[in-house]
């Protein structure tokens, strides 16, 4: 690797804030229609979104339209589009095969609140990916974790939850605990302090959630012994801190001891899903959960989220015991859609070729960082990736804390004024889906390549 010399080194937040001042401008400039009409939505709706994970710095383009792998913002502008609703359209947009079953689809109804066959059919198809032979459907990933703990309680009888630092599983009270904690607030790193993400939470929620960090399986074993916590959720790769990679026989070694204290595991594969293969993170590590939660990828643009879980587990449900409600849970539309992306579109092949696609990617990013020496790597799993601004592997959320912002945050307003689209967040990664071109795929190292000859010139 080549090594930048350490006055350029020290000199490269300054120069990154100085790219992100004049790149801004350029925001302000080519996006005043999103501008006037995010002012619009703000007297309507609070920070002028309806998800506060929509709003960011400084207002964000307000889309118009969109097609395979590109957006289309109301100011005219084109994006190529890698963020694809932070992962959930790994199908990319408008697939002429989902398009298709969604029309048929409409014409026939769509919500019975009955059941339809499309129900069976799907689950079936996710017992092909996951080795969990009975599923039920929500309308988000948020609904499936709520569902897959409130089933890990019953079949444990214990009230304890166990997350980690700096995860997300989605907006229900439990888990909103520690999501992005101000390390003034978070304690020690070895035993972090849960710190409520949101007003409202009580306390009796905050004593039944226990914060421990990632890869780090003698914090997992000290908590279990107490004997009381129904469930260890964690995401396999977590892909709310950019991605990050379990150490070498870290998910092993947490499926032992989750067994040996009577703890279900689940594995909130929301983002992995079908995006890290076919089987997802749990078929890449040759993991299987108790439960697993699924959501974004699965419904190819429609709000559907699964969960599945282990006989036993799912039995909680089929005796009563549980109960697992819903209005729209499996809606016929949702269900043709999923279908579609399931068997249809998502293949083992198009999988495949995503996958392949998005090494070229990473490759060319690794050529360009090694031979520049800027203190960046890529991470990647499946048909994801990002450039994390630190010389070394994060491997769980205080070193993610301590990656570059500052360049991240230039990288993406860089990015964006050349029609790149990357997740807005810098917490997020790039999704290759399966309709992106090759001129498209090669596009996200080119304008790396030129941010990166910026930088540094
Ligand atoms: C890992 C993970 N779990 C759960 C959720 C919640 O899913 P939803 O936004 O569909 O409620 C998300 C959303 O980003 C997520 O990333």
Known sequence: ?????????NNLAERAKNITRR??????????????????????LPMGVPSSFQAYDPYPIVVKRAHAGRIEDVDGNHYIDYSLGF???????????????????IQNGTLFVSPCEANAEVAELLIERYELPMWRFTNSGTEATMDAIRVARAITGRDHIVKVEGGYHGHHDEVMISMKPALSAAGDASDPTPVPATAGITQAVMRDTIVI????????????KSGTVACFIVEPVMQNISICLPDDGYLQQVRDITRKYGTMLIFDEVKTGITAGWSGASGHFGITPDLVCLAKSIGGGLPLGAFGGSQECMDQITSGKVLHLGTFNGNPLCMAAAKAVLSQVCTKDATAQAIMRNQSILAECNAIIARTGIPAHTVSLGAKGCVTWAPTQVRNYRDYKATDFDLAFAQWIHHINRGLMLPPGLDDQWLCSIMHTEAETRRVAEVFEEFVEELLA
């Open 1 to 9: 690797m080549n090594a930048i010399s350490s006055a350029l080194q």
């Open 23 to 44: 790149e801004l401008q350029v925001y302000s400039d080519r996006t005043a229609a999103s501008q006037s009409a995010n002012l619009r939505a703000r007297k309507v």
């Open 87 to 105: 992962g959930a359209l790994f199908a990319g947009h408008c697939h002429p095969l989902v398009q298709e079953a969604m029309a048929d689809q």
């Open 213 to 224: 960090p990632y890869n780090d399986a003698e914090a997992l074993e000290r908590v279990l």
